[in-house]
């Protein structure tokens, strides 16, 4: 099994044919870490998510063929909460320079990942009951408290 993370080749990367590689790629993942108790599943952490905002906003793929395929890859599955971590692009971009963590996908021109961050911003937008937007531009005790304050807020909810 070839590996989530490198389902898109630098020739493929805006291929319709990636996103059934990712789609499969993620059902055995799925599967493997889920069943029988998809309740207590752990998935990576750009799992659907990832696909629609990086496929689909960023490289221009068909939203709705993603959902699809996304869709049939995780037989409906949905995480009960999603954290995104926003930054202004620009700075994103920078954290991940200073990082060392650079990679091929943060090669890519300010356009690609301006729309990929409205992406995500648009799919929170959507479904603000499944959505946290923590703004990952302050101090990190800020944004660690923000986001335990959203996990806190989920969490007392599903206990009634």
Not at 15 to 22: K, L, M, Q, W
Not at 97 to 106: A, I, P, V
Not at 132 to 154: C, F, H, P
């Given at each position: 099994?070839?590996s989530?993370?490198?389902f898109?080749?630098?020739?493929?990367?805006?291929?319709?044919?990636?996103a059934?590689?990712?789609?499969?790629?993620?059902?055995?993942s799925?599967?493997r870490?889920?069943?029988?108790?998809?309740?207590?599943c752990?998935t990576r952490?750009h799992?659907?998510?990832?696909s629609a905002?990086?496929q689909?906003?960023g490289?221009?793929?068909?939203?709705?063929a993603?959902?699809?395929?996304t869709e049939?890859?995780?037989?409906?599955l949905k995480?009960d909460?999603?954290?995104?971590?926003d930054?202004?692009?620009e700075?994103?971009l920078?954290?991940r320079?200073s990082?060392?963590e650079w990679n091929?996908?943060?090669?890519y021109a300010?356009?690609f990942?301006?729309r990929?961050?409205?992406?995500?911003?648009?799919m929170?937008?959507a479904e603000?009951e499944?959505?946290v937007?923590?703004?990952?531009g302050?101090?990190?005790?800020?944004v660690?408290?923000?986001v335990w304050?959203?996990?806190?807020?989920?969490?007392?909810?599903?206990?009634k």
């Amino acid at each position: 099994m070839r590996s989530a993370t490198t389902f898109v080749s630098p020739a493929s990367r805006a291929e319709p044919t990636s996103a059934i590689r990712f789609g499969r790629c993620f059902t055995i993942s799925r599967t493997r870490r889920c069943n029988p108790a998809p309740r207590f599943c752990s998935t990576r952490p750009h799992g659907r998510s990832w696909s629609a905002s990086y496929q689909g906003y960023g490289h221009g793929l068909d939203l709705g063929a993603l959902r699809a395929i996304t869709e049939f890859a995780t037989g409906g599955l949905k995480p009960d909460l999603t954290i995104l971590l926003d930054v202004e692009t620009e700075e994103g971009l920078r954290r991940r320079r200073s990082s060392g963590e650079w990679n091929r996908l943060d090669a890519y021109a300010l356009a690609f990942h301006q729309r990929v961050r409205q992406g995500y911003l648009g799919m929170a937008a959507a479904e603000p009951e499944r959505w946290v937007v923590v703004d990952a531009g302050r101090a990190v005790e800020e944004v660690a408290e923000e986001v335990w304050r959203g996990v806190s807020k989920r969490l007392e909810g599903s206990r009634k």
